[in-house]
């Protein structure tokens, strides 16, 4: 009888013994379990791969990790190949950005990667929708707010109104609430710097692609443009481009 019991004490401590093991050796699973061979199978010599694998990641990704893992990913395949894959991979890498200033930041770096360089002024408006907002500019200076906001439903004037009413008013329904409030008899605008807001905005919009650095800050503020050193890869594409081999969970620079 004590044999027995013996026997029975011993194996319940070895299948204990396995069970706790087991537990011991588990690890929690991570974002790059579900990818791990296809991690595994990536070579620098395929840029390509690196791409396609992200795109994958970013589209079933459901934690930040995975997002994280993506942005690795899209950062290879642009470090590795920025001539054929660098606009891409910038695009794919504003598509899943964190913050606004990060997809700013990847927008710009995109026209510079494509040879286009990265353009600041890009609003160029339609010549009758101009008119039509400089009509609404004139008539509200003047206090007329319901011609001003009849001038603005012209050839998409209320469109380019929202496009730089922040510059004109601090906000598009600030200008459009003042027209509305406006009665007849009411005084013209005296405020002088709200006159040359208008006026500025005007001329910065007729002068285009012309436009002088002083007249793009009266329509975009004078935010600085993001510094993007494409001659530093790790600082372009926040990957090591000599650690592009995924061992061991992790990137490597043994390939």
């Given at each position: 009888m004590r044999v027995r019991?013996?026997?029975?004490r011993a194996a319940a401590a070895?299948?204990?013994g396995v069970a706790f093991g087991g537990f011991a050796a588990a690890r929690p699973a991570t974002a790059a379990d579900r990818w791990e061979q296809r991690l595994a199978r990536l070579d620098p010599v395929r840029p390509m791969d690196y791409l396609e694998l992200g795109e994958e990641v970013a589209d079933g990704a459901s934690s930040e990790a995975e997002k994280r893992l993506a942005r690795e990913l899209f950062g290879f395949a642009g470090a590795l190949d920025s001539a054929r894959l660098g606009r891409s991979a910038m695009l794919a890498l504003a598509s899943i950005a964190e913050t606004d200033s990060e997809r700013a930041r990847a927008l710009a770096a995109a026209e510079l990667v494509g040879g286009r360089g990265a353009k600041r002024r890009t609003l160029v408006a339609e010549p009758a929708q101009l008119e039509s907002l400089a009509r609404a500019i004139s008539y509200h200076r003047r206090a007329e707010?319901?011609?001003?906001?009849?001038a603005l439903k012209q050839d998409n004037g209320d469109e380019l109104l929202t496009k730089v009413g922040v510059a004109l008013a601090g906000d598009p329904e600030v200008f459009r609430s003042e027209c509305k409030a406006m009665k007849p008899g009411t005084q013209p605008i005296a405020d002088e710097d709200m006159v040359a807001r208008g006026m500025l905005v005007e001329l910065a919009l007729r002068a285009g692609d012309l436009r002088s650095p002083g007249l793009d800050v009266a329509l975009f503020g004078d935010a600085a443009l993001p510094e993007i050193d494409l001659s530093d890869p790790e600082s372009t594409w926040r990957v090591d481009p000599r650690r592009a081999w995924w061992r061991g969970g992790k990137w490597s620079g043994n390939g």
């Open positions: 019991t013996s026997i029975s070895v299948l204990l707010g319901r011609k001003a906001l009849a």
